[in-house]
């Protein structure tokens, strides 16, 4: 069981919006940067959000990112059959002293 | 263009030892954090070590602190980890994963494809 809380599962239609969210504590997500990875079946994870809402080069706009408190949410617009995959959240623990991710959200394309 | 080749992975016993190798390649590997990440064949992402660009700073998470360690050779461009006192539960795909910079364990822009290690007798 993940530290930082997202669903499961989420999905959407082609050219739809959807969101994902990552829930965590002051100690994570309420006083670190959130990242958001997306992995596809069967490759590595890509960074596609970094510092809340920072697209790296050649990340569609969008993605976007955000955060509020001890949240944080990952956003997909004018979704397409090539944004199934898994997405997970991931940020520093200030107590732990380490990275923490998420426990991953299955995304589907309708 | 960035690469990281992980090598290292196969069959170990419980209680053995293993060391993974990652060789990097198209930056300046010493101005960059690298960590290492493990996924469970169908399950998600775990963090295990991560390793300030100089080296002098090593983080674990706490299922293998004590047990793994990690470093780093600049001069010749590649990460290590080493692995003892392996369980069945450290059977993953281990990633190299490069950070955005020095210090920067979270924000992970580089992936190498992963090598499996299995843990079992």
């Known amino acids: 069981q993940s530290v930082l809380t997202q669903p499961p599962s989420v999905s959407a239609a082609p050219g739809q919006k959807v969101t994902i969210s990552c829930s965590g504590s002051?100690?994570?997500?309420?006083?670190?940067?959130v990242s958001w990875y997306q992995q596809l079946p069967g490759t590595a994870p890509k960074l596609v959000i970094y510092?809340?809402?920072k697209r790296p080069s050649g990340i569609p706009d969008r993605f976007s990112g955000s955060k509020s408190a001890t949240s944080a949410t990952l956003g997909i617009t004018g979704l397409q059959t090539g944004d199934e995959a898994d997405y997970y959240c991931?940020?520093?623990?200030?107590?732990?002293?380490?990275?923490?991710f998420g426990g991953g959200t299955k995304l589907t394309v309708l | 263009e960035v690469r990281l080749l992980e090598s290292g992975g196969g069959l170990v016993q419980p209680g053995g030892s293993q060391r993974l190798s990652c060789a990097a390649s198209?930056?300046?590997?010493?101005?960059?954090?690298m960590s290492w990440v493990r996924q469970t064949p169908g399950k998600g992402l775990e963090w295990v070590s991560g390793?300030?660009?100089?080296?002098?700073?090593?983080y674990y998470a706490g299922s293998v602190k004590g047990r793994f360690t990690i470093s780093r050779d600049n001069s010749k461009d590649t990460l290590y980890l080493q692995m003892n006192s392996l369980r069945a539960e450290d059977t993953a795909v281990y990633y190299c994963?490069?950070?955005?910079?020095?210090?920067?364990?979270?924000?992970?822009?580089?992936w190498g494809q992963g090598t499996l290690v299995t843990v079992s007798s």
């Open positions: 994963a490069k950070g955005l910079g020095l210090g920067r364990f979270n924000e992970l822009d580089y």
């Open positions: 510092d809340n809402n």
């Open positions: 002051s100690s994570n997500i309420g006083n670190n940067y």
């Open positions: 198209g930056f300046t590997f010493s101005s960059c954090a």
């Open positions: 390793i300030t660009g100089s080296g002098g700073n090593p």
């Open positions: 991931g940020t520093w623990d200030s107590s732990l002293s380490a990275v923490l």
